[in-house]
């Protein structure tokens, strides 16, 4: 099992950017797909990214793709969303989740682990 906690959320202008970290308790994180996946209200939760548990593998939703670059550090139990040239579209609730199934992660639903979420705001 694993704990995941987010920080990184906040206000930003468009075309800013946004650096999201989560931290991941366990021995085992490393063994775990990783990704982000995010909110905004009145809207399902949707995919944005997605990490293999070596880092040797990304894949990214086609509205954040070129924007966002998702990464992680096994050795500090962390995996990071960097997010540049921000746009209020991307204005949502950013949730880390997590999976121990090597080929999921593709889709919300096949997480079986989740952050309580950040915010991030961007200002037009």
């Known amino acids: 099992q694993v704990q995941l906690v987010e920080s990184g959320g906040g206000l930003a202008q468009a075309g800013g950017s946004l650096r999201l970290s989560c931290a991941a308790s366990?021995?085992?994180?490393?063994?775990?797909?990783m990704g982000w996946c995010r909110q905004a209200p009145g809207k399902e939760r949707e995919f944005v990214a997605r990490i293999s548990w070596n880092g040797g593998s990304t894949y990214y939703a086609d509205s954040v793709k070129g924007r966002f670059t998702i990464s992680r550090d096994n050795a500090k139990n962390t995996v990071y969303l960097q997010m540049n040239n921000l746009k209020p579209e991307d204005t949502a609730v950013y949730y880390c989740?997590?999976?121990?199934?090597?080929?999921?992660?593709?889709?919300?639903?096949?997480?079986?682990?989740w952050g309580q979420g950040t915010q991030v705001t961007v200002s037009s």
């Open positions: 366990g021995r085992t994180f490393s063994s775990y797909v």
């Open positions: 989740a997590a999976t121990p199934i090597p080929r999921g992660g593709w889709i919300p639903d096949s997480y079986d682990y």
